[in-house]
């Protein structure tokens, strides 16, 4: 049986880039304000994962099938419907303070390890960096950096 390969992978296209060519305007604009964001709460700068996702630090996952491979920390993606942000989605210690942060947030829709949202004025912003803060810290935990 063939070994699975991971297709979203870290690139060398530009991040910069990749947000200027956002055809939609506001999306081009949150897609700045969620990668500031982003940069602020994780401390690494940005790379391209595939062609659409915005990631920021890395993991390495092993699952129990025997599937692993590399993945963003923190990420978002914007997307024309909807900006995507990529949290972890297992808030260990903290997940009572991410539940009633979720309460405040705005509106949103949220699956696995994502989180939709269709404009960034429709969330508080600094419970979205909130969230962001115990999501890096949560993954820290759960998959300890490597010096």
Not at 70 to 76: E, L, S, T, V
Request: hydrophobic share 35%; glycine share 8%.
């Amino acid at each position: 049986m063939a070994k699975y390969e991971a297709k979203t992978k870290p690139t060398e296209v530009s991040v910069e880039e990749f947000i200027a060519a956002v055809a939609d305007e506001r999306r081009r604009a949150e897609a700045g304000e969620i990668d500031t964001l982003l940069r602020r709460v994780s401390g690494h700068p940005p790379k391209m994962w595939g062609p659409s996702i915005v990631g920021y630090g890395d993991y390495h996952y092993h699952y129990a099938s025997g599937h692993e491979g590399n993945a963003p920390r923190i990420g978002f993606s914007p997307r024309k419907a909807e900006l995507v942000v990529y949290l972890m989605g297992n808030y260990c210690d903290r997940q009572a303070e991410a539940d009633q942060l979720f309460t405040r947030l705005g509106r949103y829709k949220v699956g696995k390890s994502c989180l939709y949202i269709r404009k960034l004025a429709d969330v508080d912003m600094d419970v979205l960096e909130r969230l962001a803060e115990i999501s890096w810290a949560s993954m820290n935990k759960l998959y300890p950096p490597s010096a």
